[in-house]
């Protein structure tokens, strides 16, 4: 039964919030909910539609892409193929970074959202994003979890990290998402066992519909449950959504059994856009609507370089763009009837935690708030040593200046609690590890 505060949500506070932020989430939401039913062959006819569309929008507006189309002979972008799109070169970080200002359509420039991340590959990047893309971020995550039951409006809990010091704008934003948008967000850094505690309270109470987070933040969480069972008294939420890193099996299982309920892994970024996410059959289908994946150069086992078109960003378009997680594509239906495409595999972040005073344990993210504030850092990895001291090998633009050494220093401490040294190793260039994956957090510290 949906509860009135949940179906005011629904119906009048989220549709008028996202409306008075300039987003029509809601609207997109309602088209992707009933494009769910589609047949195969209309829904393919209406992805190729979008992939012409941003094509002709780059053609004209955007200086880089036109330059590019003309040199791949895409002269008549209207009729162009789904195979077409491979004649396009990559984008590459480095031409993010180099060329961002050819990659904007001027006539978008004054929607524009800056944003920047630490990525999956430890390089800090600035972007822009645009309110017509972000809608339609959102309303793909909205999509997913109706795939379960859970609904817009519905009652929410977060484990996100967040900025050290909240700012008055925050703590009101904070309140403003939980009396009217029924979502309520929880800071995953300072897990300390008293605070797991005092969030299972808070979740008993609260009794959200869908917990969304970190896996291995959740993982913590649920380790906990498991150690005091009947800490949510008969609450179980309806669905888990894990995000921005790995789901390991051995996560995924120990917070299904602590929860009670099913997990699913959502795949998306900041940069690339919402790229896929699981359904009740647990595979990972794409949102073919927002995202055209390519597989760069696959190895015997199909796994390769993951390039990425977002089909709803016109202020900024990204096509072809190489996001730094690899994996692979399968054209094996699925159950659950779903007309969207499937990843097979994905391999994308793994996660260290810092280690603070007392043996509290810090998402990396926190870490990621503090270093991504210093663009001279072209690259790093953190890497925590057992005495909670830090190396921080980076890749800078120009040597970091005194005070940009000072305020990181100042910033790592403050998330540890604790003063310890930084000793900055600045060098050429960072390998992958082994597997090919970048980590750009590592900790050897243990509570
Ligand atoms: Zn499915």
Not at 9 to 16: G, I, K, Q, S, V
Not at 178 to 198: D, E, F, K, M, Y
Not at 287 to 310: C, K, M, S, W, Y
Request: aromatic share 8%.
């Amino acid at each position: 039964m949906t509860a009135p505060r949940e179906f005011l949500a629904r119906h009048l506070l989220l549709p008028l919030h996202e409306r008075l932020r300039g987003r029509s989430t809601l609207l997109q939401w309602r088209r992707l909910y009933a494009a769910d039913r589609l047949d195969p062959g209309t829904w393919e006819a209406r992805r190729l539609e979008k992939l012409r569309a941003l094509l002709v929008h780059c053609l004209r507006e955007v200086p880089h892409y036109r330059e590019q189309l003309y040199a791949a002979g895409l002269v008549r972008p209207e009729a162009a193929t789904l195979e077409d799109l491979a004649r396009l070169p990559v984008l590459e970080r480095d031409t993010l970074r180099t060329q961002a200002d050819r990659l904007i359509a001027p006539a978008w420039r004054d929607r524009l959202i800056r944003y920047s991340t630490g990525g999956s590959t430890g390089q800090p990047l600035v972007f822009y994003t645009d309110k017509h893309r972000e809608a339609c971020l959102n309303a793909q995550k909205l999509r997913a979890r109706a795939w379960f039951g859970v609904l817009p409006g519905d009652r929410q809990v977060d484990f996100w990290g967040s900025p050290i010091e909240m700012d008055r704008q925050t703590r009101i934003r904070r309140l403003k998402d939980r009396w009217l948008l029924n979502q309520v967000v929880l800071s995953a850094s300072h897990l300390t066992p008293q605070r797991i505690a005092g969030y299972l309270d808070f979740l008993g109470q609260f009794r959200p519909r869908l917990i969304y987070g970190y896996p291995t933040v959740i993982y913590r969480v649920a380790q906990h449950l498991l150690d005091h069972p009947g800490l949510l008294g008969d609450y179980r939420p309806r669905l888990i959504v894990c995000t921005s890193e790995m789901l390991l099996p051995h996560l995924r299982e120990t917070i299904a059994r602590a929860f009670e309920c099913p997990v699913a892994n959502e795949y998306g970024s900041r940069d690339g856009g919402m790229i896929a996410h699981e359904c009740p059959e647990g595979h990972l289908h794409l949102f073919g609507e927002q995202v055209i994946v390519e597989v760069d150069r696959p190895d015997a086992d199909g796994i390769g370089d993951l390039l990425i078109t977002n089909l709803d960003g016109y202020g900024m378009p990204f096509i072809r763009y190489r996001i730094g997680d690899r994996g692979a594509l399968t054209d094996e239906p699925c159950p659950c009837g779903l007309p969207l495409p499937r990843l097979r595999k994905i391999q994308g972040r793994a996660n260290d935690f810092l280690v603070g005073r007392g043996g509290r344990l810090i998402h990396s993210s926190t870490a990621n708030y503090i270093l991504r504030e210093v663009p001279a850092l072209r690259q790093y990895q953190l890497r925590q040593r057992a005495d909670h001291s830090f190396d921080l090998i980076l890749v800078p633009s120009r040597p970091l200046t005194a005070g940009e050494q000072e305020q990181i220093r100042n910033g790592l401490c403050r998330i540890l609690d604790e003063a310890v040294a930084v000793r900055f190793q600045p060098t050429d260039s960072i390998p992958p590890e082994k597997s090919g994956k970048y980590r750009w957090v590592i900790s050897e510290a243990r509570c």
